[in-house]
């Protein structure tokens, strides 16, 4: 049928192939709608809603449990709605592009071939040569958009940042979040800028060397703003529940569209916005429990893969209970992601800094012996006991990769699960941040940073959620509840920040006038950044193996990490101590011992007076070795004018031992 210029067929060669299952998209002879709405008995568009241009269009079946239709008279910025059977209410495309007015308003038609893009030799970046910089677009700059954020991506490639992992930007209601309330699965949320910002934004990370990945949450929708189960009430899982509400349905019967729908969006931010990878949220709480199919979290990876086969792109995982198979290939029974945050390291690390353990720290001591076995094998917890839980947690990871986990000081949720969100530089002293801090970068594992952290930003950041006010009450409500475990914060409970207040986001703002006047610490940022890229050995080029080991100290506060090199003066040695000044007359430790004709020679240390230190010895002496308290040096080998083997020096005329000769 046609009303008013529309048409719900079209002749052959009219329509192109589709780059999603639903929504919107522009074709040669209109534009083509597509939904999905297996139970729905009539499905009606709604074009120019609430305007003298409005006009209807009635979709049909396709032949499956979608609607489609092409309108002639519609394209890119035509808005729209549907109306489902005799429901009244307009509702947004579940497979909007673009949500002007929010997740409630009328979408809009966007046309992603018109944006023209500048990044055509661009590659992308490989795990091996990853530093990582958690990003909030809504806090990074005070104007919280892409393009104001794009104003300072030349510094932190300057810096030696290389990976932009963007925290997520589906659309979600109100005035500000964090993102993972998302509800619009292929919208980016309009109050970070038109979807051709966010486009300009990945541009020009691509013409200055940096790559970036998106955090997706497949794992649930927010509360408020989600249509996508009155369209197909199948969406949601009747079989589990997650921590957020009720989880996808992603095995079982009916779970193909689902299916089909969150893989499909994997593709398009990939495809369309030229994303060079994911951050999967919680993959823990992603339920696919059915042999029968591809587990989805695989399903995700292999997506990625194939969106952009010219070109390295990366899948990084979430995951609480460590489930090392995330991280293994397929071939071996594993799911091909790339890497994994590691929460075992961020835990022990901050023990260490801070000297509390409260509620899930409670299982780490933040000892040297823990922080070299995490450096060594990623997880602490690869099936022991974990008393937190009272169960097992954690699997084997002894066979793989350094540098397939994660390791951070500081991320989003762990500055904002603490009552007012202090970075964790402020919560200890300088030179013991500083020592781990240069470990973070200097060390196996892929390094993250989280936004600011590059120059010790002095700003919050704290859990903020714009929501209508009962909705409000409720997150407000949880949030003290979750904080309860800390027992330090219940007794503080009162000084928490309110989520839905204005004032708590505003404060969580970066101030980038700290990069200059925090420039020593942006200059050892940069100086262990370039290490890590420059050095064969540390980048892994020369690099043939590595072991860590805590030295010998009752209290546990010093440890070395050796990188073996492919020749003598390849071996490298961080010397971490985070603890008084020491003077060890002897050193039992192997791995201290310098490669043959060589002796350690200080290339680097967190206490240099250039960072803000109070000066450093030099790590070996001839009396021994000294270690300077909260600090990290990193040793590189020398020839020794010592020779430690040959033929005995000669006796002095006034020894007393008798010679051969003058026995004779």
Not at 324 to 353: I, K, Q, Y
Request: net charge negative; proline share 7%; charged share 25%.
């Amino acid at each position: 049928m046609s009303i008013d210029g529309a048409i719900d067929g079209a002749s052959d060669g009219m329509i192109a192939p589709r780059r999603a299952p639903i929504g919107a998209e522009v074709q040669r002879d209109g534009v083509e709608l597509r939904v999905w709405a297996p139970t729905t008995k009539r499905v009606e568009a709604v074009l120019d809603p609430g305007t003298r241009h409005e006009r209807r269009v009635l979709l049909d079946r396709d032949g499956t449990q979608h609607w489609r239709v092409l309108v002639r008279e519609a394209g890119p910025g035509t808005r729209y709605g549907f109306l489902l059977d005799d429901d009244p209410k307009l509702y947004p495309d579940p497979g909007s592009r673009s949500q002007p007015d929010g997740p409630h308003g009328a979408s809009e038609v966007i046309d992603p071939r018109a944006f023209t893009w500048s990044d055509h030799e661009w590659r992308g970046r490989a795990l091996r040569d990853a530093v990582f910089y958690e990003m909030h677009v809504g806090t990074f700059t005070r104007a919280g958009t892409w393009r104001a954020a794009a104003e300072h991506l030349r510094e932190l490639a300057d810096v030696g940042i290389t990976v932009i992992e963007m925290m997520p930007v589906t659309a979600f209601p109100g005035r500000f979040g964090w993102g993972y309330d998302g509800v619009s699965l292929f919208a980016p949320y309009a109050g970070y800028g038109r979807p051709d910002d966010l486009r300009r934004f990945v541009d020009h990370a691509h013409g200055l060397g940096l790559a970036v990945i998106l955090d997706v949450v497949y794992n649930h929708l927010g509360p408020d703003g989600n249509y996508l189960p009155r369209f197909s009430p199948s969406f949601s899982s009747d079989r589990y529940e997650t921590d957020w509400g009720l989880s996808p349905r992603f095995d079982g019967p009916g779970c193909e569209p689902v299916r089909e729908l969150v893989i499909a969006n994997a593709r398009f931010w990939i495809d369309e916005y030229r994303f060079d990878g994911l951050r999967l949220d919680a993959t823990q709480d992603i339920y696919d429990f059915d042999a029968d199919h591809e587990h989805l979290v695989s399903a995700l990876a292999r997506a990625v893969r194939d969106a952009a086969p010219e070109r390295t792109t990366l899948v990084i995982g979430e995951n609480e209970p460590q489930r090392v198979e995330l991280v293994r290939p397929r071939d071996e029974g594993g799911m091909g992601l790339d890497a994994l945050w590691n929460d075992d390291f961020h835990h022990s690390a901050t023990v260490a800094l801070t000297g509390r353990d409260e509620a899930y720290y409670r299982d780490y001591t933040g000892s040297a012996q823990e922080i070299a076995s995490a450096l060594k094998h990623g997880f602490l917890y690869q099936g022991q006991r974990y008393a937190w839980q009272s169960q097992r947690r954690g699997t084997a990871t002894f066979d793989v990769d350094p540098t397939r986990f994660v390791a951070y000081l500081q991320n989003h949720d762990q500055v904002a699960n603490s009552l007012d969100g202090r970075r964790v530089h402020q919560l200890t002293c300088p030179a013991k941040y500083r020592a781990l801090l240069s470990l973070v970068l200097l060390g196996p594992a892929t390094p993250l940073l989280f936004q600011g952290e590059e120059f010790l930003a002095s700003a919050p950041f704290l859990y903020f959620a714009d929501h209508e006010p009962a909705l409000a009450a409720c997150v407000r409500k949880g949030r003290g509840e979750f904080l309860a475990q800390f027992p330090s914060v219940a007794q503080a409970r009162a000084r928490l920040s309110d989520p839905a207040a204005l004032e708590t986001f505003e404060r969580s703002k970066l101030d980038h006038a700290e990069r200059t006047r925090n420039a020593s610490h942006v200059d050892m940022v940069r100086t262990l950044l370039a290490l890590r890229r420059e050095d064969r050995t540390i980048a892994g080029d020369a690099r043939v193996g590595l072991d860590a080991a805590a030295l010998s100290d009752p209290a546990q506060h010093a440890l070395v990490l050796r990188y073996f090199g492919s020749a003598p003066d390849h071996d490298r040695l961080l010397v971490v101590n985070l603890g008084p000044s020491r003077h060890l007359a002897s050193c039992s430790e192997p791995l201290c011992a310098p490669p043959f004709a060589r002796r350690w020679r200080d290339a680097f240390s967190s206490e240099d007076p250039r960072w803000g230190g109070r000066g450093a010895t030099p790590t070996e002496q001839d009396d021994g070795w000294h270690l300077t308290a909260d600090s990290t040096a990193l040793l590189v080998p020398e020839p020794d004018p010592t020779p430690r083997f040959g033929p005995p020096e000669k006796k002095r005329s006034s020894d007393t031992t008798t010679s051969t000769e003058e026995r004779r």
